[in-house]
């Protein structure tokens, strides 16, 4: 077994005393090495984070017993907890329209192993990106979306993900809002970047509106997807500084950049599994 081989613990829980203790005595009872360990506990909700690596190879036994041996800690400190293995390559689909930037940043990150993941598909409402898209060896689907046809084409798309047994889907520029339906049935796994600060200027045309509104600074926000558009949890921002000499087409030139850094370090850190949700905000162990 490789040496570089993880198991990542994340939980959540409660907050009392003795977690900490439980669960690293557990690990040290078979001489598991734990080589990072991030905790948290937030007062106001009475509630404690946990994310821990231990080596694969330092176990006398599998994922499957190490999660069976967890059970029972997780039982009596009322935990919402996962195991993953580092060995299991993460698969994720990528949704797109008509602007490539984010997509062009994914695949580069993609085809240099920055990103250690399988792409086994990519969607769109349009036909733009086919060629680049196959140019990578990735299949392309087509999938219109009109005012007549969003039922099924959204159906289709499900199916797609569905057959391509993935794990996350990632919103990388894809300018229509999924149905209510969809954002529940894979809560927690489809990841946006929305080209503003949110919470401000939610919706469409957010450079227009913080031009209008004369902001010095301007974010790109990558955040989990929920029925409600643009407030689902946060996992990443980032923001860049602008004055009163810059054009609309500047911020969203500006943009463009912060948007490619964001929703890649948030994938990031939604792959790695260092993103926790409580209710409408996020734990992120970066």
């Known amino acids: 077994m490789s040496a570089d081989r993880r198991y990542a613990l994340t939980l959540s829980c409660p907050d009392r005393v003795g977690i900490v203790a439980a669960v690293s005595s557990l690990i040290a009872r078979h001489q598991g090495w734990i080589v990072e360990a991030s905790h948290h506990a937030d007062a106001p909700a009475e509630r404690f984070f946990m994310r821990q690596e231990i080596r ?11 999660k069976q041996k967890f059970a029972p800690i997780a039982a009596e400190f009322d935990m919402d907890w996962r195991i993953t293995d580092s060995a299991e390559k993460k698969r994720v689909a990528i949704l797109v329209s008509q602007q490539g930037h984010c997509l062009y940043d994914l695949l580069a990150r993609w085809q240099s192993r920055e990103l250690d993941v399988d792409l086994p598909c990519v969607i769109s409402n349009h036909e733009t990106f086919r060629g680049f898209v196959e140019w990578h060896g990735i299949p392309f689907h087509h999938v219109p979306v009109t005012s007549d046809n969003k039922a099924a084409a959204y159906a289709e798309m499900q ?4 057959d391509a047994r993935a794990d996350t889907l990632v919103l990388a520029r894809y300018m229509q809002i999924l149905p209510p339906a ?17 919470p401000s200027f939610v919706g469409a ?8 509104r004369g902001v010095k600074l301007i974010g790109a926000t990558c955040h989990y997807v929920t029925e409600d558009l643009d407030q689902g949890p946060i996992i990443e921002q980032d923001v860049i500084r602008i004055d009163h000499s810059d054009s609309p087409e500047d911020l969203v030139r500006y ?15 939604h792959l790695e599994d260092r993103v926790l949700v409580h209710g409408s905000k996020t734990v992120v162990f970066r």
Not at 188 to 195: P, S, V
Not at 205 to 212: D, K
Not at 256 to 269: C, Q
């Open 56 to 66: 694969a190879d330092s176990l006398p036994f599998d994922l499957a017993t190490l």
């Open 159 to 162: 199916g797609l993900f569905e």
């Open 182 to 198: 969809l954002c529940r049935a894979y809560a927690g796994r489809i990841l946006n970047i929305h080209h503003s600060f949110l």
């Open 205 to 212: 045309r957010p450079y227009h509106q913080a031009f209008e």
């Open 255 to 269: 943009g463009k950049d912060i948007e490619k850094t964001v929703l890649a370090r948030g994938l990031r850190f």
